[in-house]
C-alpha cells in the first residue's frame, strides 16, 4: 500500500487543521493506520492510532481533548482533526501502516510510511 499525507500548513496558535493520509494500491480495509509526527531535532513520535474498523482509537497524552482520528474506508483515507494547536505541535507528520498492529507507538511495528507533511503553529 502507498500513502500520501497531506493537509499542513501554517496556522496560529488555538487554530485547527485537517490531515489527511490517502492510500492507494491496496485495500485500506486491511490496515491498522497511526499517525506520527516529528519535530526539529527530536525523534519521531506517536500521535494517533485507529483499527481497521475505526472501533479502537489511541491518542498520545498531549493531544487527546483536541485530536480526534478518524477513518473512511470507502474513500481509502484516514484524517487527523487537530484542534486547540500550540507551537509544539509543530514537526512533520507521517502516516503508517500495518496489517495488524502489536504497539501502537512504536515506529518499527509499521510496515509502510507517507512522505510526510509538515504542520507550523506560530504567531
Known amino acids: 500500500v502507498q500513502l500520501q499525507a497531506s493537509g499542513g500548513g501554517l496556522v496560529q496558535p488555538g487554530g485547527s487543521l485537517r490531515l489527511s493520509c490517502a492510500a492507494s494500491?491496496?485495500?485500506?480495509?486491511?490496515?491498522?493506520i497511526s499517525w506520527f509526527r516529528q519535530a526539529p531535532g527530536s525523534e519521531r513520535e506517536a500521535v494517533s492510532y485507529?483499527?481497521?474498523?475505526?472501533?479502537?482509537?489511541y491518542y498520545t497524552a498531549s493531544v487527546k481533548g483536541r485530536f480526534i482520528i478518524s477513518r473512511d474506508n470507502a474513500k481509502s483515507t484516514v484524517y487527523l482533526q487537530m484542534n486547540s494547536l500550540k507551537p509544539e505541535d509543530t514537526g512533520v507528520y507521517f502516516c503508517?501502516?500495518?496489517?495488524?498492529?502489536?504497539?501502537?507507538?512504536?515506529?518499527?511495528?509499521?510496515?509502510?510510511w507517507g512522505q510526510g507533511t509538515l504542520v507550523t503553529v506560530s504567531s
Open positions: 503508517a501502516s500495518v496489517r495488524t498492529i502489536l504497539n501502537w507507538y512504536r515506529r518499527d511495528d509499521y510496515d509502510y
Open positions: 494500491g491496496d485495500s485500506l480495509d486491511y490496515y491498522d
Open positions: 485507529i483499527s481497521k474498523s475505526g472501533s479502537a482509537t
